[in-house]
């Protein structure tokens, strides 16, 4: 019987200028420590792109945020007092502000791959160990996260995510769910179609519909319980509810020695942390962090 050929993947950054420094230090650290059958996607606001181009090569593009929507999604204004965050509007998918955005990115980018995989990591990550791709799927199936327990919407965590996540699929409410939220998070293309495709038949035939004036909601919860609840998830996923990510979720700082123990202290799955850039952590100190990481690399 012929070994099934890996998958390959696209990893797919949504970014902007007030992370620019992050989403640098994570190609730094994919170039340096991610192997496999991959290409990076860093999708950004057209006014960005000047300042990100640079980082194009055969192993990463540089997409504008227009290109990747769907429908006429028009970028209103940037507010440079909160970073360069972006408004935008349609008649269709309505108003959509920064990382809101930046979810539709996620789903809609899907139409314009031709990876078997996306993987998300967003531009306040990156990696500290060598990873390969290969461990993001078992045989033709892919990684899925997973919570590991099922729980009542209102016991859960986020459960206004859950809740819009289960109005846009037409889901039950009062049923018992995993929640799918993480850093790194991995997804079929081909299912993302299938889910674009069941969302515009619910919404006139245009999926952002959905998301139409959404603001709590998560592109990951959507997805997860797309492909279990109403897709082939048993057919093209596995589930585990390892972390691939450590991440610091709270808007609190962290000092030199905390950072260092907080990078020094993955488990054995884990091999990127995420640090959320509203936390307030200087970006020195991530960048020490990677530079030791890659001199214990060198040393091995």
């Known amino acids: 019987m012929a070994e099934a050929i890996a998958p390959t993947w696209a990893f797919v950054t949504?970014?902007?200028?007030g992370d620019y420094r992050r989403c640098l230090l994570l190609c730094r650290s994919m170039d340096a420590l991610l192997a496999g059958n991959w290409v990076h996607y860093v999708v950004v606001d057209r006014p960005h792109f000047a300042m990100f181009k640079h980082l194009q090569s055969p192993r990463r593009q540089v997409l504008v945020t227009d290109d990747v929507l769907p429908g006429k999604m028009r970028l209103l204004f940037h507010m440079p007092f909160l970073?360069?965050?972006?408004?935008?509007?349609?008649?269709?998918g309505g108003f959509a502000i920064g990382w809101h955005l930046q979810q539709m990115v996620k789903i809609g980018?899907?139409?314009h791959l031709s990876e078997d995989g996306i993987a998300y990591c967003d531009s306040d990550t990156f990696f500290l160990k060598p990873f390969d791709t290969a461990a993001l799927s078992e045989g033709k199936k892919i990684r899925l996260y997973r919570s590991p327990s099922a729980a009542k919407v209102a016991d859960g965590a986020n459960p206004a995510f859950m809740r819009a996540a289960l109005n846009m699929l037409h889901l039950p409410i009062d049923a018992s769910y995993h929640g799918y939220i993480d850093n790194f998070v991995t997804w079929r293309r081909q299912d993302v179609l299938e889910l674009q495709s069941y969302l515009g038949?619910?919404?006139?035939?245009?999926?952002?519909?959905?998301?139409?004036?959404?603001?709590?909601?998560?592109?990951?919860?959507?997805y997860g319980l797309y492909v279990e609840k109403l897709g082939r998830g048993q057919d093209t996923h596995f589930a585990t509810s390892e972390h691939l990510c450590k991440t610091h979720?709270?808007?609190?700082?962290?000092?030199?020695?905390?950072v260092a123990g907080f990078c020094g202290s993955l488990k054995s799955s884990e091999v990127m942390v995420g640090i959320q850039s509203f936390a307030g952590i200087e970006m020195a100190l991530l960048e020490q962090q990677f530079e030791q990481c890659l001199t214990k690399v060198k040393l091995v």
């Open 201 to 222: 038949q619910k919404n006139h035939g245009q999926w952002q519909r959905a998301f139409r004036n959404r603001i709590n909601f998560s592109e990951y919860n959507l």
């Open 83 to 92: 970073g360069g965050r972006s408004v935008w509007w349609s008649r269709s």
């Open 14 to 17: 949504p970014s902007y200028s």
């Open 109 to 111: 980018i899907a139409s």
């Open 249 to 258: 979720w709270l808007r609190s700082p962290m000092n030199g020695l905390e």
